[in-house]
């Protein structure tokens, strides 16, 4: 409820961000999960960079594919129409960050460089292989979004990085859904699915498949892939791809104490089952 | 005919200021000149204090000074425990404001830290270096109490703090020995936050010229802190004034006296200037007491037909590590007691055993002991059913008490006030298509669908209470209310009371029995509480006493006023008094209906006193004292309909009746508000709150991203309905309400979940239930 006392400065742009970035401190942009860890003093940056009114980070624009600002809000990003027809998946699973309140503040950039385990955006981001954009004191660089996440609140940012967007690969022509089981306490995901299926007729040309909530990051998840790619979506593929996720996220299943590892890594094959019909749908 | 505001739902007055946020606060309240408490916190459940080093902090700036138990010496007594519960062998460890070379839960007090500032209070706590040697923790109440347990005060041996069994042990095992079925369950009544929308605050203001202490805090009862902030600083107790302004729920929490309060009263008389603490939710999570903590042993025993022939418990109540103001009646008079329900049960026994434990401490949360009874009694009730192979509805049928009209004795000591226990049962059962939904069922498990049904009868005992009983069980305190009814000479109306409302509608639900028993129009009324010096006496508000005990003050305060009319009214009309009629607030004279005074021109009249009969006093105003003659008991019967999806362990509850009987109801609408809130807060034991500390005394549930508070969307819309059976004893008939959700919903629900999981095989699972623990139950029975 008391942070430690710090400093403040809002930057107009991104150079004049990364200036004050070389004094140290932290960007803040909406503040819904920095703002919270000052409180409880588990944070203490002696400087906060203010970037939430610059305003080439808010844009989300649409062109082959999304590019999304670092600093558009859950909100804006869950209800763009853009987004909405290229990746309908992100705009539902942006729809499911907190409430209301939250999504009006909190921002893709700030959600993913939190890197909190159980946030929704991050399972979409790397399903459906987007990139993220970011810019330094020595320029600007590209990270995939599975290379991205690193671990539990860990990411590929440098000290005074900062992410200026998000790119989106268009997937209009994929039947996508993100299905999340909210934990009842933090409405975090107990476990979130993300599913882009290409189809070809009645067959799964190929299939998209991560897995957030119950994995220290979001996973892809290519034996789940392997298992839907080439059927029709049969109870016995979608049963295959059920079992083989529990296979791909084995080796980073995080629990909690009141839902442990082994019943997230079952629940992650029923939400899969439950994102593939929803995608279908 | 003018419609009676008794019984008119009516809007409560009290939410436009609380919905638009102009409800004034502790917190809300600024001095100048005021310091800022912090407190430095035990990051250890258990452990000697070796060293305290401040210098670090008294230098930072804004510091004014940094105290520990040290330079308390003598300046504060410890905090008492009032409840002193009699032939079980009480121990009342010493609680010190700050903790005297030893913490004994992780939020202890050791340090405070004074600051003209919050946030540099904040900062220099964290720079007060302490020492501790960490001595080994135990929280499971039974543990505690077991060998080789850490002992967690010298002088509690075994850390037993007391041993209450006052039935009959011998008479009871001979009736479970001649049982043809007995049953038994270990249950776990889980540790609960009650989580009032607003934290404790306190601020101490001490006037050195006077010598006066005034203390603003979050209490459900002034008189009772102002009597304990005198015991514990030695100010005169007509010095100490304590004023609980606007209080944001206190669901028991905010019943005892904590060591912050005891603390900022200190710090103000030694300093000589206001001391304010506010409480983070963290703060409020780790020390504001914690509710429930049991762990029972039950058994019952019952006939080959379903007659239930007795219940016996061994309960282990976790009190935490130190006994608060009221803890050890909670597990004891108002648990024990309630052990019959609303059924003929001949044959009770409870030996409840009151550990300390690392814990934070336990106490009175909403419904205090009665749910933990009510919770036991129906869940073996539901075993009963299964064992003999009876619908647990006919077993409960069978037992009800007969419908009776003033007083029925029951085998745990208590007198119940009136009951027609079988009318809210039939009632309910009517209301939720029992036989239907035992068909629907049925053809839903053919569909591999697991729907279920949990019903209980309940009934408590709340309007505490006579103070004779009061004293007889060791409440260290009177029970009784008292109000002054004081009408303006422009005839408005003042109804000062003892109680302290904090979110209940009291002010809305008292002001209609004043304007029913006076006829001035409800909106003339102000209802006034919550200050030692404004108003006159009272024990506080909980235990569902507000509407009982200070209600039936003010009816019979209205009554006395009403009386005085009359006879002035007869004197200024020059009629006789028998010839005076009395309808909507106006005096009129039989037969000549032209001829009226109103009971504002009454009031008037009293006031100028320009022609007073002889022998009357001038003024309107009257006091009264209530002490009740019994208990209240309200009852009914709820019932909840759960689908449980066994792929994921979620449970759906798809419906909820609850039907009530609190005798007449003054307000529909707040008497609706009330179970509304008070089923959320009992189904929510059953889902999903639930206080988890690690093996080493951390609490794990230490915000809500964790310890999970009900929400809207998991609950549907509620039926309810109710039956009227009146208090014989109290004046205008009401029983209390606040508190029957929680006692009823928790066991409605649970065993609901447990009927859809028959079939599974699944027997019981320790609260809450957890998608994860269903899940993993249903598991286990397959396997």
């Not at chain 2, 404004?534 to 003010?554: C, D, F, K, N, Q």
Request: net charge negative; with cysteine.
């Amino acid at each position: 409820m008391w942070p430690s006392k710090f400093d403040y400065v809002r930057a107009g742009s991104v150079d004049e961000a990364l200036a004050s970035a070389a004094d140290g401190g932290k960007f803040l942009a909406g503040g819904h999960s920095l703002l919270p860890a000052m409180k409880l003093r588990l944070d203490a940056p002696e400087q906060l960079i203010d970037i939430g009114r610059i305003p080439e980070l808010q844009s989300i624009s649409a062109n082959g594919g999304l590019t999304i600002g670092a600093a558009a809000t859950h909100d804006a990003i869950a209800t763009s129409a853009d987004v909405q027809a290229m990746c309908g998946a992100l705009a539902s699973a942006c729809g499911q960050v907190g409430d209301q309140g939250v999504r009006n503040f909190g921002t893709l950039g700030g959600n993913i460089a939190h890197a909190d385990p159980a946030s929704d955006p991050p399972t979409v981001l790397v399903a459906v292989g987007a990139n993220v954009n970011i810019q330094g004191a020595d320029g600007a660089r590209s990270v995939g979004a599975e290379d991205f996440f690193l671990g539990l609140f860990e990411t590929a940012l440098d000290d005074g990085e900062l992410i200026t967007s998000v790119s989106v690969p268009d997937v209009s022509d994929h039947q996508s859904a993100y299905i999340k089981f909210p934990h009842p306490a933090s409405r975090y995901a107990i476990v979130g699915v993300c599913v882009a299926l290409k189809m070809d007729g009645a067959v799964c040309d190929h299939a998209h498949v991560a897995v957030g909530g119950a994995t220290l990051r979001a996973v892809r998840c290519a034996g789940a892939e392997a298992a839907l790619a080439g059927t029709t979506l049969d109870d016995a593929a979608v049963n295959a791809a059920a079992e083989a996720v529990k296979s791909d996220i084995a080796e980073d299943l995080i629990g909690d104490i009141a839902y442990p590892e082994a019943y997230r890594q079952q629940m992650a094959g029923v939400f899969l089952k439950r994102a593939i019909a929803a995608a279908q749908g | 005919m003018t419609t009676r505001i008794f019984g008119s739902g009516i809007k409560r007055r009290e939410d436009p200021r609380l919905i638009t946020g102009e409800a004034r606060y502790t917190d809300d309240i600024k001095l100048p000149g005021v310091l800022h408490m912090a407190v430095v916190r035990s990051p250890y459940a258990h452990a000697n204090i070796v060293s305290i080093d401040s210098s670090v902090a008294e230098a930072m700036d804004g510091v004014v000074a940094v105290y520990t138990s040290e330079d308390i010496g003598d300046g504060l007594a410890g905090l008492p425990t009032a409840w002193l519960i009699p032939d079980s062998d009480l121990k009342t460890p010493e609680h010190p404001a700050l903790a005297k070379g030893k913490v004994r839960y992780v939020g202890d007090g050791v340090a405070i830290v004074l600051a003209d500032d919050r946030y540099r209070a904040q900062d220099a706590a964290d720079a007060v270096l302490v020492e501790y040697e960490e001595l080994p923790a135990v929280i499971d109440p039974e543990e505690a109490a077991g060998e080789g347990a850490p002992l967690i005060h010298d002088d509690v041996e075994g850390n037993i703090a007391f041993t209450w069994a006052p039935f009959d042990e011998d008479a009871s095992n001979a009736v479970f020995d001649a049982a043809d079925v007995v049953v038994s369950e270990r249950i776990l009544q889980q540790r609960l936050l009650p989580t009032a929308m607003e934290t404790r605050a306190a601020m101490a203001q001490y006037n050195p010229a006077t010598q006066e202490l005034t203390l603003w805090c979050t209490s459900q009862n002034p008189h009772i802190h102002r009597f304990i902030i005198s015991a514990v600083t030695g100010l005169n107790e007509n010095k100490v004034r304590v004023i609980a302004p606007e209080v944001g729920g206190g669901f028991g929490s905010k019943i005892p006296c904590y060591p912050d309060e005891a603390l900022v009263s200190w710090a103000s008389i030694k300093l000589g200037v206001p001391v304010k603490w506010t409480e983070t939710r963290s703060e409020n999570y780790l020390i504001t007491i914690h509710g429930r903590d049991h762990v029972q042993h039950v058994e019952m025993a019952a006939s080959n037909d379903g007659k239930i022939l007795g219940v016996r418990s061994t309960v282990y109540a976790g009190m935490g590590g130190y006994l608060s103001t009221a803890a050890p009646g909670i597990p004891t008079i108002l648990h024990g007691l309630l052990y019959v329900g609303p059924y003929t049960i001949d044959s009770v026994y409870c030996k409840s055993i009151g550990v300390m434990t690392n814990g934070a401490p336990t106490d009175a949360y909403r419904g205090a002991g009665r749910p933990e009874a009510t919770f036991l009694l129906e869940r073996m009730v539901d075993n009963v059913a299964r064992e003999i192979g009876m619908d647990p509805v006919e077993v409960r049928r069978k037992n009800l008490i007969p419908a009776f009209e003033n007083g029925y004795d029951v085998a745990a000591g208590l007198t119940y006030d009136s009951g027609d226990y079988p009318a809210a049962f039939e009632k309910a059962l009517g209301m939720a298509g029992y036989g239907d939904f035992r068909r629907q069922q049925k053809s839903a498990k053919a569909e591999g669908r697991y729907l279920g049904i949990g019903v209980t009868a309940y009934t408590e005992m709340c309007g505490l209470g006579p103070s004779q009983v009061a004293g007889a069980v060791g409440f260290q305190g009177g029970l009784w209310e008292s109000a002054t009814l004081r009408v303006t000479p422009t005839g408005k109306v003042q109804a000062l009371i003892g109680a302290s409302p904090h979110g209940q509608g009291s002010e809305t639900t008292l002001a209609q029995i004043i304007a029913d028993e006076l006829g001035f129009p409800v909106d003339d009324i102000e209802v006034i509480h919550g200050d030692t010096t404004e108003t006159p006496m009272g024990w506080g508000t909980y235990g569902s006493r507000t509407t009982p005990v200070t209600g039936a003050a003010l009816a019979q305060a209205s009554r006395k006023l009403k009386d005085k009319a009359r006879v002035l009214a007869a004197h200024l009309m020059e009629a006789n008094e028998e010839d005076i009629e009395y309808a909507d607030g106006s005096f009129s004279v039989k037969g000549s209906p032209d001829q009226a005074q109103s009971i504002q021109e009454v009031a008037l009249m009293a006031h100028l006193a320009w022609n007073m009969p002889e022998g009357m006093d001038p003024g309107f105003e009257e006091s009264q004292f209530y002490d009740p003659p019994n208990f209240v008991y309200p009852f009914g019967t709820h019932i909840a309909i759960v689908e449980v999806d066994a792929e994921t362990g979620e449970i759906d509850l798809q419906r909820y009746i609850a039907v009530d009987d609190c005798g007449p109801q003054i307000n529909p609408e707040i008497v609706a508000g009330q179970i509304h809130g008070g089923v959320v807060q009992g189904v929510a034991q059953a889902l999903c709150e639930g206080v988890v500390y690690d093996e080493n005394g951390q609490l794990l549930t230490g915000s809500m991203m964790d310890y999970c508070m009900p929400k809207a969307d998991m609950f549907p819309n509620f039926e309810l309905g109710e039956t009227v059976t009146p208090s014989p004893h109290h004046p205008v008939g009401v029983k209390g309400v606040g508190e029957t959700g929680t006692i009823a919903s928790t066991p409605t629900v649970y065993n609901a979940v447990l009927d859809a999981l028959a079939p599974l095989g699944v027997k019981q699972i320790d609260m809450p239930l957890t998608s994860a623990k269903v899940w993993g139950a249903i598991q286990d029975a397959r396997s």
